[in-house]
């Protein structure tokens, strides 16, 4: 059981290009989520995912776009990368409504130059 | 926009001291977790506290939560230096079915020295 796995852990990218944030579980949670933690900051919604088929925007969604065709994994990617999206992402599950941990997976820590 | 923020930013203790961090918040709300972040890692969750609760144990945690003063504070009984890491009060506003987002605020960093 490896609960939320992450991929890739680093990566650095040019202005311009785009990439794919990749996380699975394997524990059938019904939600999932994306993050982005900065400096000094907290944790900040980015889109979420209510089931397979289902997804919304969070707190801070520009410049990102999800898909959720499977329970298994839900995907982050960036279209056109700028350095305002230096950060490092985290992919969260839930189990469904009614219940109330999260569990977060490892983190890709990007670079955009 | 961040809900809860945490008091103070930073805490530094000795091993075998008690830590306090504080968390208050703004909107009404579910419940109140906190969380805690080893340094280049995941969050962890800890403890989780109802809006009908007044106070939660678990092991050394204990957290209180006055929900008319809109703040929860996290005690860590005789710390280890284990125990340092970033620590964050994450809120469940209320929103209603199906919306279930969790409000994290910029964490305390907790050092331990041994």
């Known amino acids: 059981n490896a609960g939320v796995t992450q991929t890739p852990k680093f990566q650095v990218l040019k202005t311009g290009q785009s990439m794919t944030l990749q996380c699975a579980q394997d524990?059938?949670?019904?939600?999932m989520s994306w993050y982005r933690q900065d400096p000094g900051m907290g944790l900040r919604l980015i889109h979420y995912?209510?089931?397979?088929?289902?997804?919304d925007q969070g707190e801070v969604p520009n410049g990102y776009n999800v898909s959720r065709s499977t329970t298994e994994d839900f995907p982050l990617r960036l279209l056109s990368a700028a350095p305002s999206q230096t950060s490092v992402y985290f992919c969260?599950?839930?189990?469904?409504?009614?219940?109330?941990?999260?569990?977060f997976g490892p983190g890709t820590r990007l670079t955009v130059l | 926009s961040q809900q809860g923020e945490e008091d103070p930013q930073a805490l530094s203790i000795q091993e075998g001291e008690n830590a306090t961090m504080n968390c208050s918040y703004k909107?009404?709300?579910?419940?109140l977790q906190w969380y805690r972040q080893n340094s280049g890692r995941g969050l962890v969750h800890l403890i989780l506290?109802?809006?009908?609760?007044r106070e939660k144990h678990s092991g050394r945690l204990r957290v209180t939560l006055d929900t008319s003063k809109k703040s929860s504070s996290l005690l860590i009984t005789a710390s280890r230096a284990a125990d340092t890491a970033s620590y964050f009060c994450?809120?469940?506003?209320?929103?209603?079915?199906?919306?279930?987002?969790?409000?994290f605020g910029k964490g305390t960093k907790l050092s331990v020295i041994p």
């Open positions: 969260a599950t839930r189990a469904g409504l009614g219940t109330d941990t999260q569990y």
């Open positions: 524990m059938n949670h019904e939600y």
């Open positions: 994450a809120t469940d506003d209320n929103s209603g079915a199906g919306s279930y987002q969790l409000t």
């Open positions: 995912s209510v089931g397979a088929g289902i997804t």
């Open positions: 909107t009404s709300i579910n419940n």
């Open positions: 506290i109802r809006s009908n609760e």
